[in-house]
């Protein structure tokens, strides 16, 4: 009971932690630093609810009565509830202590108070989330998260693009938030009641659609491929600890409701984990492959979000699989996989965005092509930005690595064992991961090529010194637990055995990941890795009489060669864009060179989002075009509304009896 | 009693259709008045008690509708110096066959709802509804600012009536805040009319509408 408790008051502080601030002046630090404080508080309170939770292992639950017409206030914890909080209580502190410096409120007085009381209530919302146990309480809680978030990534909103990119968001939101009312009315005409606990029959059409409408539901919050477009916008446009809270915590809000959902209700079908598995195999290779098109560093860094939703979603098309079969390995592994790189991805991909706000904070602009050579300026930003890239592009020693690894093991246990259990078709999953990873890795080189490699394209960096340590300890906080988390994994694998025995229902002892997966052998290798990485940086650096010749990247063999002649970001993933153009559609501008003496021409290559261009732009304006005959009925005119209020009480009277 | 009721209600719906029948709205303003008069009576009527509580409501009921409202409504009315509701957007004569339809149609409907058995001999229920839907004609078809305030004003009436039916289970305090929000209501769109005017010669809500910009 304790451990709830403090965990409801560790949201309560998280909710209110922005409005002391206002109080202050808003061109004093002192009102941040408090929000920051009052974020701290709160953080560790729900740590240590949470270690106290994991401590006892029993399951605590509360319900008060309210005024409401319908629910309870009714909050639960359980491991799983756990593995998100323990998310959602240490990205908001260091995006907060992060923000200290990046968004100091005596540089940005305007919005400065506004953005530490939605960053603050979107910390605290997103734990209600994972605490409701009531249907009513969820949503409540759930709204309060799509609405900060908007606030919260919109705070520049004199900024044309911030704005066109929140609407974006908002609409995108409301209808998942449409779907989720669907849901859970549904939820309450099946079960009686609006509390959320597992149910253990259920006819296969009534679990089908609730599936479904979670599926729609929770995927426009996650970003999953065809909901993904509010995604792309929204991170790029929003202060970078803002990205990171989104990509990294809130996108998995809508990985945690796919979750509880098929945790209440019985997989009934065959079909539930082969469609999750599919969308995730195309938003994982949509994902990555519009990332490496993009020139724009957060924008890449949102691609890559949608990508690592997609692995997150073939292991819990595993898992799903597996539960139907009743084969525990494949649950184990696709769940365990599933849910540890929810917790990956949330470290390493703040990493990333912390690292893109700092270059961005340099360099003034998001566009890779005119970055360049910060690795000289920045090289501490530099190293933690590899280390990021290391984890998401899933090599050892890192995290990403862990998570993908047991994924992998799950996949390819479904082609061996006899023909009955056997599920070919799933091993697609290890195919199109391994085509992620691949294209991951070339992402994050043209990333790192274009911001920290080669010879600076821009003035500006000539001003650029090596980032403050308030913005470079957040990041090492996130590196060195991704560290850990890749060379030490049995913690944490331990704690998510007990999230996948909920999830799975499985009465049996905890069948333990060590049995299928041989982690501890993974250690060993991982510690003599990163030794010997250590050990060959060490004597590398300290080897005499190391030649010390400055010569640009690209010299080539020109006698005076510009910073123009180097590759850009577009030039090094133009291969790929070109190669998946049917996915791309690249729009390029290109030079036509004739002649002796060419003219001065410009090049230009734009890779926008398919599916908001092409699908959802086209049917708005098509609706934009046609709908406007319904207006006739809004005329501005009190009478013609009270009018049709009295049409309808007519009408309700005459068909009511 | 209850043909005392009834009688009073039968007046009341009367009183209805004269609103809906002329045009001067010095008039309409009397006939609300001698309305918030009689329905001063019906708590007294309807439930055969006469304790201090019900005696206070009557009282307040009465001063408020028959006379400081009416009093509002018509220096409002000299303030903005008009006498006649000139374009009504259906005619006098169409609006009080409308008026008798909806009453009609009120007394046929309540015939078909299942009620408690003290209500069934009296006419609480048709009125109410015949009353409020008078109240929704006069706000749809008339365009004066002032007429809108009268048809909300015989809306609430309506209200009050149903309100009888709940008489007993529904606090005394509730039925005071209703009164105290009309009261204030008609306040403040009483002020805000002359006002207006005064700035802006027209008392028609479809000009008014042009103000926004």
């Keep these: 009971m304790v451990s709830l408790n403090l965990i409801l008051g560790a949201i309560a502080i998280l909710c209110v932690s922005g409005f002391p601030a206002l109080l202050f002046s808003s061109r004093s630090n002192h009102g941040q630093r408090l929000t920051t404080f009052l974020i701290a508080v709160g953080s560790v309170l729900g740590l240590s609810g949470a270690g106290l939770f994991l401590a006892s292992g029993n399951a605590v639950s509360i319900q008060l009565r309210w005024q409401l017409p319908w629910g309870n206030f009714s909050a639960a914890l359980d491991v799983l509830s756990v593995v998100f909080l323990s998310l959602i209580f240490i990205v908001p502190l260091l995006g907060s202590v992060y923000g200290l410096e990046y968004w100091k409120q005596s540089e940005h007085p305007e919005n400065g108070q506004k953005l530490g009381v939605f960053f603050g209530l979107l910390a605290g919302s997103m734990a209600l989330v994972v605490v409701a146990r009531d249907s009513i309480l969820f949503i409540v809680a759930w709204e309060i998260m799509a609405l900060s978030a908007f606030f919260a990534a919109t705070v520049e909103d004199d900024n044309c693009s911030v704005r066109q990119a929140g609407w974006v968001y908002l609409i995108a939101t409301h209808i998942g938030t449409l779907c989720l009312f669907a849901m859970f009315i549904l939820w309450s005409q099946f079960t009686g009641s609006f509390e959320l606990s597992p149910v253990l029959t259920m006819s296969s059409k009534a679990a089908g659609t609730l599936f479904i409408l979670a599926l729609i539901g929770f995927g426009f919050k996650a970003g999953i491929m065809p909901l993904h477009v509010w995604l792309p916008g929204a991170h790029a446009n929003a202060p970078s600890h803002v990205s990171a809270l989104m990509s990294g915590v809130m996108l998995k809000m809508g990985i945690y409701g796919i979750v509880r959902m098929t945790q209440l209700i019985p997989v009934t079908d065959i079909w539930w984990g082969s469609v999750l598995l599919i969308i995730g195999i195309i938003s994982g290779v949509a994902g990555i492959v519009f990332s490496i098109s993009q020139n724009d560093i957060k924008k890449m860094l949102a691609y890559s979000s949608i990508e690592n939703i997609g692995i997150i979603c073939i292991a819990l098309g595993l898992a799903l699989l597996g539960r139907y079969q009743g084969r525990s390995d494949w649950v184990f592994l696709g769940f365990g996989g599933a849910l540890l790189h929810v917790v990956n991805h949330g470290l390493f991909k703040s990493l990333l965005f912390f690292n893109a706000g700092t270059v961005i904070h340099v360099m003034h602009t998001r566009d890779i092509n005119q970055m360049g050579g910060l690795a000289k300026k920045m090289p501490l930003t530099m190293i933690l930005f590899v280390l990021g890239a290391i984890a998401i592009c899933a090599l050892p020693p890192m995290n990403g690595f862990m998570s993908e690894w047991l994924i992998y093991i799950g996949l390819f246990k479904t082609i061996t064992g006899d023909a009955v259990q056997s599920l070919p078709f799933a091993a697609l999953g290890a195919v199109a991961l391994a085509t992620i990873g691949s294209l991951a890795v070339a992402a994050f080189v043209k990333l790192a090529g274009a911001v920290y490699l080669g010879n600076p394209r821009n003035e500006l960096i000539n001003h650029a010194e090596e980032s403050s340590p308030v913005l470079l300890v957040p990041m090492c906080i996130c590196a060195v637990l991704c560290l850990f988390i890749g060379v030490y994994p049995l913690p944490v694998v331990n704690v998510l055995g007990g999230a996948t025995n909920l999830w799975a229902r499985s009465t049996e002892p905890a069948m333990s990941v060590l049995h299928i997966a041989p982690l501890q052998l993974i250690c060993i290798i991982a510690a003599v890795l990163l030794s010997a990485i250590i050990f060959f940086l060490l004597v590398f650096r300290l080897w005499p009489g190391k030649n010390d010749i400055a010569k640009g990247t690209w010299d080539c063999g020109y006698a005076r060669p510009t910073d123009k002649m180097q590759y850009t970001g577009s030039s090094t993933g133009d291969t790929l864009v070109k190669l998946f153009g049917f996915i791309l559609w690249p729009v390029s501008q290109k030079p036509e060179i004739s002649g002796a003496f060419p003219r001065r021409f410009s090049f230009k290559s734009v890779v926008n989002d398919t599916i908001l261009d092409k699908i959802i732009l086209p049917f708005f304006r098509f609706a934009g075009h046609y709908l406007p005959m319904v207006r006739v009925f809004q005329m501005g005119q009190t009478h013609t509304y009270v009018l049709y209020i009295l049409i309808i009480i007519i009408v309700l009277l005459i068909v009511g009896f | ?213």
């Design chain 2, 1 to 213: 009693m209850t043909n005392i009721l009834n009688a009073i209600l039968v007046i009341i719906l009367v009183l209805n259709l004269f609103t809906l029948g002329t045009s001067r709205i010095l008039t309409v303003i009397r006939i609300v008045a001698i309305q918030g008069f009689l329905l001063g009576f019906l708590p007294l009527l309807a439930h055969n008690h006469f304790s201090l509580a019900s005696i206070l409501i009557v009282l307040t009921t009465m001063i408020l509708k028959a006379f400081v409202i009416p009093s509002m409504m018509s220096q409002a009315l000299r303030d903005a110096q008009i006498k006649r509701e000139f374009e009504p957007l259906i005619g006098i004569l169409p609006s009080i066959i409308l008026g008798a339809l909806a009453t009609v149609f009120a007394l046929l409907f309540t015939s078909h709802i299942p009620l408690a058995q003290e209500h069934t001999g009296t006419l609480i229920v048709p009125s109410s509804i015949a009353t409020i839907l008078i109240g929704f004609i006069i706000v749809t078809t008339r365009f004066k600012a002032l007429s809108q305030v009268i048809g909300y004003l015989i809306l609430e009436n309506g209200i009050f009536i149903f309100g009888l039916l709940l008489m007993g289970a529904m606090p005394m305090i509730v039925e005071m805040g209703v009164l105290l929000d009309l009261f204030v209501a008609i306040f403040v769109s009483c002020i805000i009319i002359s006002k207006i005017n005064k700035s802006f010669s027209s008392m028609d809500t479809r000009i008014l509408s042009s103000l926004k910009e």
